[in-house]
Structures are given as structure tokens and as C-alpha cells.
């Protein structure tokens, strides 16, 4: 006999696969980077430029995403912006020059600038505090395996059609993911056509966490406030995020001298690591939060030692030789910088369900501007010292600043409005070990 899966893992799929095509949309510029290069004749400095575009609209759109989500909620919000990544992703492939390139670039930041904040909101409708390292871990963990599946898919698109080619069919891939979105997901569970009474029970409380639109006026200096260390912290997990989503490939193809597949496999090992590490963070975390009740030691303690991790084996990097233990150093400083996702995310949820949207869309945004900086300080470097390993020493300097700063983050502490107890992360006035017994 058939049995129907439970709604809340359909949905954890699609969203899953929504985070895999989003970054198949953002990398496969870096993918096919070497060879536009060569094709239209650009400099490294123009490559950092193109690369940056994406950032400037992406982190504007961050805040804005974020409060359309939680006005209009996540489902009218995701339809929209995805909507316009297959317009942005198959305008690339007809570009002729870096400023077509950067004009798409910046029309892509504008559609997935609200993805993430508008996925925030509706994981939080369908998943408890309990599970909000795992699931934004995993969701996370397929947006790197698409960074880590999109090098070689590319580079075999440009193979057997074009780099042109490449940006239309992964477009066209794009549309079908939005029509089985709109068709499957509710931004209620409850009021989802498949949804049973025996799977409601494990829901957030409706009215107190569930918000499907919220017009509730935004507390934005205590947000700030609030919110505040979190977006330094993903600022400096950015910085170095941003150099390997965007050079990593061609950090192989020309600063290693490897053809255009061979760069995509070494890519493409990198970025498996961190599918493993989104993972492991977020499953760390909830596992510590359920023996300890404790969302400091779930959340920051996992970012500072994934942090910790991240800058000792990047450390290597700026003085090996041999091309396999710089692969593998890479490999596992991106394990551990990937570790610090699904805490990071689990913050804005844990301190503000109401206003998740906008609260993990400053959080992102730190990220974002960081994307702004990274990539063109990454190319004026290598282009004026012809060093394509001096960039890192940067990325190190922030990760060390990263873990400093994550000590002032209070995920334990919700967002006091001042009209209530906050009806949202501490519901019903009961702590959280109170109510993970």
C-alpha cells in the first residue's frame, strides 16, 4: 500500500532544491569564469568587478526581502524572486561584455537577495526550535553541493554546447523548480491539502511561532541591536565564503595551471567538503541543544570552533607547494567554515520567529556586503602582486576577528518589544530546556 511522506520533508526537499538551483544560478558564472575571460577578453581586475555586481543588489535586497517575506509571506515572495533568476541567469548567457555581465550579475543579486529570509520564514512555520540547526544546515548543505556539482556540470555543458548555452539550459531548470513550488507549498501547515492531525502535533504553535504574514511595526533599533553581532560574524564568514564561491575554480585553472576540468574537479572536492560540514554543524547543534537545553553552547560554541577549525587549515595555504595538500587544506578549512552555517541561521529564528524575514536578512546582509569587497580585493591583488595565494592571508585576519566577535552573540535571549514577554522564540513564557524535556 502507498504511503504519502510527511508533508514537512516534502517540503524540506523542496526547499533543499531550492537552495541547490539557487547557487547552480550564482556559481556557474565562477565556473565558467576562466573561459569568458579568455572569450571576451577580460582582465582579472574585470573578473573581481563582474564577480561583485551580484553582491552590491544582493545585499540591498537582503533587508528588503526579508520584510516582503513576513509581509506577504515566504511562498508569494519566492515566486517572484525566482522568477527573476531565470531572466537574470539566461540574460548572462547572451552578455557580450562586462557591462551586460554586470547588469545580470546585479539582476540576479535583486532575485535571490530575498531567498534565504523568505526560506527562514517558512522553515520556522514548519519546523520547531529543535530542529532549526538540522534543517537550515541540510537546506544550506545542498546550496553547497550544488557549488560543489556545478564546476563539472558546466564545464561539460561548455564541452558538448557553449558557456553561452550553459547559463540558458540551467534557466530553463530553474522555471521547473518554481512551478512545483507554487503548486506544493503553503505558507501555513496547517492549512496544507495533505497535512494530518498526527503531523500537526509536531508543528510550532500556531498563532505564537507560525506567522504566516506579519504587519506588525519592526523594532528596528532593538533589532539592530539584537542582530547586530551575528551580521559582523557572517561578515567574516563571508569574506572568505565570497573568495571560494567566486575564484576557487579559477584559482586552479590559472593560479595552479590546470585545464578547465581538471579545475572543476579539484573545485568540486572543495565544495563537497562543506555539503559534509553544513551538515554536521547543524546536527551538532541541535544534538548539543537537546542534552543541554543550552542554545549559547548549540549555537556560538559550534561557530567559534568551526571558526577555529577554519583558520587553522587555511593557514597552510599561503606557503605549500604541493597541489594535493593545498586541495586537501582547502577542503577542510571549507568543512569547517561550512560548520558555522546552520547555528548562524538558527539565530534569527531562535531570537525572533515574528520577524525572522527581515532579522536573517540583516544577518545575510552581512554576508553580502562582504561579497561587495571580497572578490575585487581578490583580483587586485593577484593582478598587482601576480600572487594568487596572498589573498588568503585577509581571510585568515577576519576569522580570527569572527571568533571574537561571535562572543557577543545572545541567542538566548529573545527580542523584547516591550508589549510583550515576546510571544515568539520563548512561547509561553517556558524556557527552552523546559520545553525539550
Sequence with gaps: MFHRPKVSRS?????????????????????AAGVIRDDLHLTNT?????????????AICQVIGGWLSDRFGAKTTLIVCA????????????AGGVVTL??????????????????ARALTNWFPAEKRGFVQGLTHSFSRLGNALTPPLIALLVAFASWRASFVLVGVLTAIWVCVYAWYFTDNPRKHRHM??????????????VVEKTRAPIPWRLLLKRIGPTMMVYFCYGWTGWLFFTWLPTFFMHGRGLDLKSSALFSAGVFLSGVVGNTAGGVLSDQI???????????????????????????????????????ASMSLSFFFLEMTIGPIWAVPMDITPKHVGIASGLVNAGSAVAGIFSPIVFGFVVDHTGSWTLPFAGSIGLLAIGIVTTFFMRPDIAL???????????AHEMTLADRLR
Design 11 to 31: 517540503i524540506l526537499a523542496i526547499m533543499c532544491a531550492m537552495s541547490f538551483i539557487m547557487y547552480l544560478d550564482r556559481v556557474n558564472l565562477s565556473a
Design 46 to 58: 574585470d573578473v573581481g568587478v563582474v564577480f561583485a555586481a551580484f553582491a552590491y543588489t544582493y
Design 83 to 94: 522568477s527573476i533568476w531565470i531572466v537574470a541567469t539566461v540574460a548572462t548567457g547572451f
Design 102 to 119: 554586470f547588469c545580470a550579475r546585479m539582476l540576479l543579486g535583486v532575485g535571490e537577495g530575498a531567498a534565504l529570509p523568505a526560506q
Design 196 to 209: 494530518t492531525a498526527d503531523e500537526a502535533l509536531g508543528l510550532p504553535p500556531e498563532g505564537k511561532v
Design 289 to 327: 541543544l537537546k542534552r543541554t537545553g543550552n542554545v549559547v553552547s548549540a549555537r556560538r560554541n559550534v561557530i567559534i570552533g568551526a571558526f577555529l577549525g577554519a583558520l587553522v587549515f587555511l593557514a597552510p595555504v599561503l606557503f605549500v607547494k604541493s597541489l594535493p595538500v593545498m586541495a
Design 416 to 426: 523584547h518589544t516591550g508589549v510583550d514577554h515576546d510571544d515568539e522564540t520563548v
